[in-house]
């Protein structure tokens, strides 16, 4: 996946909420949304038009794309693999994307944002199961135990120490002591913070 190299906190006020991509400066006073929530550029001077059909379905799926962190090709897989899934279409959707191995990391505590768990991953840091693996996008099944190695546990030592008040989902089982964690059920959609109307990212590509 090629980088972003856009400021993170201008995609922030692009979308108009919060989407947690600078880690602990999110949680305090300094978060950009709290201190100026306006589209980035410059202002107008007259009342904004009322948004068209067409740009609630993009912005949707923009914010979407930047929560997760993936490029518009891969996101456009999801939806595909998505469609071909029994059930409701955006349920699947979200589902995929909860279980991107750079997601389980930044939920359980392991990196303070998905940029810095999709890092940590691409220099080696951690393992699924007895295999090391450097690909941020892999999909965590049911079942699998991610641990960090032992020559790389002092630095992922003080990410969890500073992570530590976040709470952990209940599909994620962490384990301190040995530094690993396991995916003991299917995402639960109800407990992630941000909210995406995925019904909009699906009209969107059914265009």
């Given at each position: ?137 892999v999909l965590l ?44 059920a299917p995402p ?20």
């Amino acid at each position: 996946m090629g980088r972003d190299t856009k400021a993170k906190c201008r995609q922030c006020r692009r979308e108009g909420e919060k989407l947690f991509l600078k880690g602990e400066r999110c949680y305090t006073k300094s978060c950009a949304i709290t201190r100026h929530n306006a589209p980035p550029g410059e202002q107008p001077k007259r009342r904004r038009p009322r948004r068209s059909h067409y740009l609630r379905h993009l912005r949707e799926k923009q914010k979407a794309r930047r929560i997760y962190g993936v490029r518009e090709a891969q996101f456009r897989n999801y939806v595909a693999q998505a469609k071909r899934r029994k059930g409701v279409t955006g349920k699947a959707l979200l589902i995929l994307l909860e279980r991107r191995f750079d997601n389980a990391l930044y939920r359980v505590g392991f990196a303070s944002s998905r940029a810095q768990a999709r890092q940590l991953i691409t220099h080696g840091h951690f393992q699924i199961g007895n295999q090391g693996t450097n690909v941020p996008s892999v999909l965590l099944r049911e079942g699998d135990v991610v641990a960090v190695k032992e020559n790389r546990r002092e630095r992922i030592k003080r990410i969890l120490e500073s992570n530590q008040d976040r709470e952990t989902p209940s599909w994620l089982e962490k384990n301190l002591e040995t530094m690993q964690f396991q995916v003991v059920a299917p995402p639960n959609l109800e407990e992630t913070v941000q909210t995406i109307d995925t019904n909009l990212i699906v009209e969107f590509y059914s265009r």
